[in-house]
């Protein structure tokens, strides 16, 4: 989607370097078709901003991959006949910034978000070289579309996870749009004065701080070589005894 003036312009004023920086955008829509989802309509905003100002975009449609539920790397290992999720967790590991876009359905994000923050979970044991989980250093944010209430909702559930399992969480890290209780127009579709939604001044502003947010901590972040391991190294970590500095592992 195309961004308005004022995003343009904060695109062409920004005096920063992000071109070392990967995105993935993860839309959890239950639209088969990823060109008739409402939600990429709004994503696509973030990843426009993004691309602008050239970090790399990578997008994944839930739905045009088989990902089965479960908490582990990989189901085939586990029961199921097929599983996509190991390839396209490589582009999610490679990411810097991970932003998560579902519809709301009755109140709650969508089956296809609640698989995909499974399979995250599923990869959590893994650690960097530090002892951390491989989720430290990367920023995660969510975007949300719907026809009920229920924006902050859904974030506040998709933010607590992905901070959980080690993403950092910028300020204002989420977006959305609701139109009216009860059956009506999504976000995009067509009416008498446009497009539903596309000028709705304080989701283009939300969406926009957000992306912006994102970029800034993950530059901060990879700056700074991600977090210091004092405290937060696993490895270290022996149920019943003393932390040995002494020990060469346990300062890595």
């Not at 003036?5 to 004023?13: P, S, T, Y």
């Not at 449609?61 to 190991?86: C, F, K, N």
């Not at 960097?128 to 506040?156: P, W």
Request: aromatic share 8%; net charge negative.
């Amino acid at each position: 989607m195309p961004l308005n003036i004022q995003q343009e312009e904060l695109c062409a004023q920004n005096k920063t370097d992000f071109s070392d920086l990967k995105a993935v955008a993860f839309n959890c829509s239950l639209k088969r078709d990823p060109e008739e989802s409402h939600t990429r309509l709004l994503l696509s905003v973030a990843e426009e901003i993004m691309r602008k100002n050239g970090v790399t975009v990578d997008h994944i449609h839930g739905l045009s991959h088989q990902i089965p539920s479960g908490v582990y790397p990989d189901m085939t290992e586990h029961g199921a006949e097929r599983d996509d999720w190991p390839a396209l967790w490589k582009t999610i590991e490679a990411a810097d910034i991970l932003i998560v876009a579902t519809p709301i359905w009755l109140g709650e994000e969508s089956s296809v978000c609640r698989i995909l923050i499974e399979r995250l979970y599923g990869m959590s044991g893994m650690l960097n070289d530090r002892g951390q989980s491989l989720f430290y250093g990367k920023v995660g944010g969510a975007v949300i579309t719907g026809n009920e209430d229920g924006i902050k909702h859904c974030s506040m559930s998709i933010l607590y996870a992905l901070q959980h399992l080690g993403y950092t969480i910028p300020p204002q890290a989420d977006c959305g749009w609701i139109g009216e209780a009860g059956p009506g127009a999504s976000y995009g579709d067509p009416s008498e004065d446009g497009p539903v939604g596309v000028d709705n001044d304080f989701t283009q502003r939300n969406t926009t701080i957000m992306t912006w947010n994102l970029m800034h901590l993950a530059r901060i972040l990879k700056d700074a070589g991600g977090y210091s391991n004092h405290g937060n190294n696993r490895k270290a970590w022996k149920a019943g005894c003393r932390f040995d500095y002494e020990n060469p592992e346990h300062r890595a």
